[in-house]
């Protein structure tokens, strides 16, 4: 159980477009989901938090209009990166919450590499 | 600011040998200490927890130590095997809300 997909696991892009990932929680529901970068060699930085039914909380140095997050569903958690240039290209990983289980575990997703040209 | 320093950033440990992994935390609001497990190119796994109304929790090869008054809590991974070369990154959060991650520490078991 407290399985997390992502979509998609690879990217590559021109710079100036935009991307999708999609962050799922499969057999669970996540009223939170969290949104991650991590640089190779280097520790994960929490980028935003997405609440389901409302707006996401960035921390700061992260820019809302840049990163827009979408909690639409208790399952389904979108990051978008609007006006993509070289130096977004990173790893992005999302976690969610099982609060159903009484747990305080996070199950992260499986990460997406984007690569921006 | 650094809330979770964690050392070393690299270990090499024999097959069988212990490897030990620690971190050090700042703000005494957290309550909630998990252990993540990151091969190359995959998300963080979470391998082990532990709050800090215990001081010591143990599941299969991985134990955490937990020292509440010193702010510290470790993790021990007996008889190490090859397998068990990652990315080790410990965390804390309160309540489980958002984590503040340790920098990592590679781990690598020679066989």
């Known amino acids: 159980g407290a399985v997390v997909s992502q979509h998609p696991s690879w990217v590559i892009c021109k710079s100036g477009t935009s991307v999708k990932i999609e962050c799922r929680s499969l057999d669970f529901q996540a009223t939170t989901m969290f949104w991650y970068r991590q640089f190779p060699k280097q520790s994960l930085m929490l980028m935003a938090t997405?609440?389901?039914?409302?707006?996401?909380?960035?921390e700061q140095g992260v820019e809302k209009d840049k990163f827009l997050i979408n909690h639409a569903s208790l399952t389904l958690s979108t990051l978008t990166v609007t006006s993509a240039h070289p130096e977004d290209s990173s790893f992005y990983i999302c976690?969610?919450?099982?609060?159903?289980?009484?747990?305080?575990?996070?199950?992260f997703g499986p990460g997406t590499r984007l690569l921006v040209l | 600011q650094q809330q979770v320093k964690q050392s070393p950033q690299s270990l090499i440990v024999q097959k069988g040998g212990i490897s030990i992994i620690n971190c050090a935390y700042e703000n005494t609001a957290f309550d909630y200490f998990p252990w993540y497990q990151q091969f190359p190119g995959k998300g963080p796994a979470l391998l082990i927890a532990?709050?800090?109304?215990?001081s010591e929790k143990k599941e299969g090869r991985f134990t955490i130590s937990f020292n509440k008054s010193a702010k510290q809590f470790s993790l021990h991974i007996m008889d190490s095997q090859p397998g068990d070369s990652a990315t080790y990154f410990c965390?804390?959060?309160?309540?489980?809300?958002?984590?503040?991650f340790g920098g990592g520490t590679r781990l690598m078991v020679k066989p």
């Open positions: 532990i709050r800090p109304d215990v």
């Open positions: 976690s969610a919450r099982d609060t159903t289980r009484g747990s305080w575990g996070q199950y």
């Open positions: 997405s609440n389901e039914g409302s707006k996401a909380t960035y």
């Open positions: 965390a804390a959060s309160n309540a489980g809300n958002m984590l503040t």
